[in-house]
């Protein structure tokens, strides 16, 4: 019971007084103990460099460290491939429809400005023999307009490659340059009163001279292979030419009398032998020198001296064919397609790469043939199928010797070219 004497009345003062209610937190979260980071590392005391010393010079030539030269003999780095080619020098430009059209339409306009040249020199020759009016000097002046109309060429040819560095018009200027040169000089050198019509020694050299200049050194037309290409052709063909006078069309003469014509004497003409050495060796050399180059990253020069090399190395198998006999051509094919192939396959030139495997299969086909006969054809037949999966076998085991990725797997090192 509650003790009566207890005031009811919350309003008396002796009414108890109530305890406040304090609210109910909930404990603190124990946070983690900090992190003890290690002590800072101790650098070790900066290094005491020695005491600068007193410079006294030296004469000229004798400083440590170089070498004893003469003032004006400083050692200067070698020109040669250093010479900067700009992109042109490692790779060649991918194709395009539009550089080529250009560079195949100024090949047509060139055509034409032959063609107008000598229609009128001819017509102005044919005048000074059949009339008493013309003589040799209408005739020299006649050859004027080709000389004209190809400088000319030449000219916007140079001004197209310099202003337009890439492109269809720089691809045009270049061809038009490059193949005016050795036509104007045709005109300029052409003479009646002379044995020769025209001068072989002035169209080469100063040919040469001029497309190196343009590769080499002129802005615009630097780094073109074509100036090159013309250039290792010209001189194959042109010191082919001083060994054996009419070696090209003399060739195709005594092939064609030979073969057509039952003769009981020798068929008179040039040495086929002194063809065929020349040619491999320029055909050769010229692939060698294309491997080094791309050994060294220089895949745009090695291009114009892959199809040069080409060109000559056919020509000195051909020439050699009648030396060599059907069997010798054949192992000519075979040795010459795996290691000209193999080299164009390790830098990646696809045509020179099928192009000479291809020969490889010439030169079997020559072998089979010969031990055949024509009267065992159908065994010839057998023998090429045989012949022709045991290749297929060497191509699969090839590729795995020789650690080959596949054929679309970039080569390290190595871009994709057509030839």
Same mark, same amino acid.
């Given at each position: ?215 080499? =050194? ?105 030396? =060599? ?95």
């Amino acid at each position: 019971m509650s003790d009566p004497t207890e005031p009811r009345d919350p309003n008396d003062p002796q009414y108890p007084a109530v305890p406040p209610i304090e609210p109910q937190h909930p404990a603190p979260h124990p946070y983690p103990a900090p992190q003890q980071y290690p002590a800072p590392q101790q650098y070790p005391a900066p290094q005491q460099y020695p005491a600068p010393q007193s410079y006294a010079p030296q004469p000229y030539g004798q400083q440590q460290g170089y070498p004893q030269q003469p003032y004006g003999q400083q050692p200067v780095a070698p020109v040669g491939f250093r010479i900067n080619l700009g992109e042109r020098g490692s790779r060649r430009p991918e194709p395009r429809l539009g550089t080529a059209l250009a560079g195949a339409g100024i090949a047509l306009a060139i055509a034409g400005v032959l063609l107008w040249s000598l229609t009128y020199l001819i017509e102005g020759i044919a005048s000074a023999f059949n009339s008493d009016s013309g003589g040799p000097g209408d005739v020299d002046s006649r050859r004027l307009l080709g000389v004209f109309l190809s400088l000319a060429v030449v000219l916007i040819g140079y001004i197209l490659a310099i202003r337009w560095k890439n492109g269809p018009l720089a691809t045009a200027g270049v061809a038009a340059s490059a193949i005016g040169i050795p036509i104007a000089m045709a005109f300029l050198s052409f003479s009646l009163n002379s044995s020769s019509p025209i001068s072989a020694d002035a169209i080469v050299l100063v040919s040469l001279a001029i497309w190196l200049i343009s590769y080499l =050194f002129v802005p615009g037309a630097r780094g073109h292979t074509f100036y090159l290409g013309l250039a290792s052709i010209e001189l194959w063909v042109y010191l082919l030419d001083k060994a054996e006078p009419n070696a090209l069309t003399g060739f195709a003469t005594r092939s064609a009398i030979s073969r057509i014509v039952d003769t009981t004497g020798p068929v008179h003409g040039p040495d086929l032998t002194t063809i065929a050495a020349i040619s491999f060796v320029f055909g050769l050399g010229y692939y060698a020198i294309a491997a080094l180059l791309d050994r060294r990253g220089r895949g745009g020069p090695a291009t114009a001296l892959v199809l040069s090399g080409f060109a000559a190395t056919v020509a000195g198998i051909a020439a050699a064919a009648d030396d =060599f006999g059907q069997v010798g051509t054949g192992v000519t094919l075979i040795v010459l397609g795996l290691v000209i192939a193999g080299f164009a396959a390790h830098a990646g030139r696809r045509f020179t790469t099928w192009v000479w495997a291809t020969a490889v299969a010439l030169g079997l086909a020559l072998i089979l043939a010969k031990a055949t006969g024509t009267d065992h054809l159908a065994v010839a037949g057998v023998l090429f199928i045989v012949f022709g999966f045991v290749m297929v076998g060497g191509g699969y085991a090839a590729t795995h010797l020789l650690n080959e990725p596949d054929e679309f797997a970039p080569l390290a090192g190595t871009a994709s070219r057509a030839y």
